[in-house]
């Protein structure tokens, strides 16, 4: 997950393996399911095998040898269970899947009925898409075995483009990079949400082993290039809280640009909706407050830019914060302005006010009027930023999370000739000199 650099080839493989898996998927059917779960299979008997020999020939400790000897065991009864039980697992996987359907179709159900609330214009396509996802998950969810021709197609579908992104970034590592251009605004198709979600977490445990062996590991700062980036985007990982998923914003000319959840008087449905608000803040205090007083981690992903692309993203950012916006002010500002009593105000929003020279923009038109944690959330702002100088990110059911983008940026960060040259993880350990007042 933290890969340095990645072979030209391997965009290849995995482009020509997708696309022939895909058109199988989809003019095969469920033979290619099966044939899947059977692979499967076999690998996890291999891999359970390898994890037993490892915990008998390589043992650290008890404990380590126990624990690699149990996972190769689970893995292995998994396997006897996927073959001797073929049709259940089958089925159940194309449930899984209807599952997964029903659950994007509650999200546009959910936004309908929030746009229909704040008086949001597009709600009759956004209807319109619960119609069709509720309908195809019922199937899926109820009728399994009559109806898994449509889980094959929609699969085939993904793998197909997926295919088609890959030998898209095959093309872009092998041929001179003045003659790219053309490929670099093709869609990119990430990994699905279910995987993409977890990512956060992922990375966390991973962070914590490295910081836990060496504090000042190389890999928490690496970069491709000595050129400065003209961009960052900066995502945010935490164990719990409002960040638990993953958060994220742009920083530009030495400035952060934020959208999220800000008025803590707004928040509704366990602060998973309220007004969309823009933050405006200082790069460097910004980071450092997010570090120590939130107990986060930023990955900070550096882009190098052309003259025109920073012209775009400066156009971009200015219609932003200026068009269907309004200014809005935390309680600490309102404090210090005289409207409210002077008091201890702690949300974060007063804090970066206080530490981090905040400035606020409330969203009063459009579709970003209402935050939603699953649809217009933090990730589609910078989107919107980064579409005018790259791919648009294009998730196969429309939604887009932090670690759909951590998921893209990382990728790009190991290319030889992308435009991500820095990748810098801030940890405690970054402000050890310099603590906060």
Not at 101 to 112: D, E, G, P, R
Request: charged share 20%; hydrophobic share 45%; aromatic share 14%.
């Amino acid at each position: 997950m933290l890969e340095k650099t990645i072979h030209s080839t391997i965009y290849f493989v995995l482009g020509v393996g997708c696309l022939i898996l895909g058109f199988t998927s989809i003019f095969i059917g469920d033979n290619i399911l099966k044939l899947t779960l059977t692979l499967a299979s076999i690998f996890l008997v291999v891999n359970g095998l390898i994890k037993i020999w490892n915990g008998m020939v390589h043992p650290s400790t008890r404990e380590k040898r126990i624990f690699s000897t149990a996972r190769g065991i689970l893995d292995i009864v998994v396997a006897l269970f996927i073959v001797y039980h073929m049709p259940f697992v089958y089925h159940s996987l194309i449930r899984l899947i209807g599952l997964y359907v029903f659950m994007n179709a509650c999200i546009f159900l959910f936004t309908y009925f929030l746009y229909i609330r704040y008086n949001i214009k597009g709600r009759l396509a956004i209807l319109v898409k619960f119609i069709i996802y509720f309908i195809f998950s019922i199937l899926l969810i109820l009728h399994p075995e009559s109806n898994d021709k449509y889980a094959q197609i929609v699969i085939g579908i993904y793998l197909i483009i997926y295919g088609i992104s890959a030998l898209n970034d095959f093309i872009i590592e092998t041929i001179p990079k003045e003659k790219t251009d053309s490929f670099k605004k093709l869609i990119k198709i990430p990994l699905p949400l279910f995987i993409t979600a977890f990512i956060p977490q992922r990375l966390i445990n991973l962070i914590n082993e490295l910081i836990e062996v060496e504090p000042k590991q190389d890999k928490l700062y690496v970069k491709k290039s000595n050129q400065k980036p003209d961009l960052e985007v900066i995502i945010h990982l935490a164990e719990s809280g409002s960040a638990a998923f993953g958060h994220m914003e742009i920083c530009f000319q030495g400035k952060i640009y934020s959208y999220g959840n800000y008025d803590l008087h707004s928040r509704k449905f366990f602060d998973m909706v309220g007004d969309g608000v823009l933050l405006i803040a200082d790069r460097d205090s910004y980071i450092k407050y997010n570090v120590e007083k939130l107990d986060r981690y930023l990955v900070c992903f550096g882009l190098k830019l052309t003259k025109k692309q920073q012209q775009d993203i400066k156009k971009r950012v200015t219609y932003l914060i200026s068009s269907n916006t309004e200014d809005w002010y935390p309680d600490a500002q309102k404090a210090d302005m005289g409207e409210i009593p002077q008091g201890e105000y702690k949300e974060i929003s007063s804090d970066l006010y206080r530490y981090a020279n905040a400035k606020f923009k409330k969203i009063i038109n459009g579709k970003n009027k209402k935050f939603f944690v699953l649809r217009t959330n933090c990730a589609i702002i910078v989107d919107y930023i980064l579409g005018s100088i790259s791919s648009t990110i294009l998730n196969i059911n429309g939604l887009i999370t932090p670690g759909t983008y951590y998921e893209y940026l990382n990728n790009e960060f190991v290319k030889k000739n992308s435009s991500v040259i820095t990748r810098k993880i801030y940890t405690r350990n970054d402000f050890l000199e310099d603590d906060c007042d």
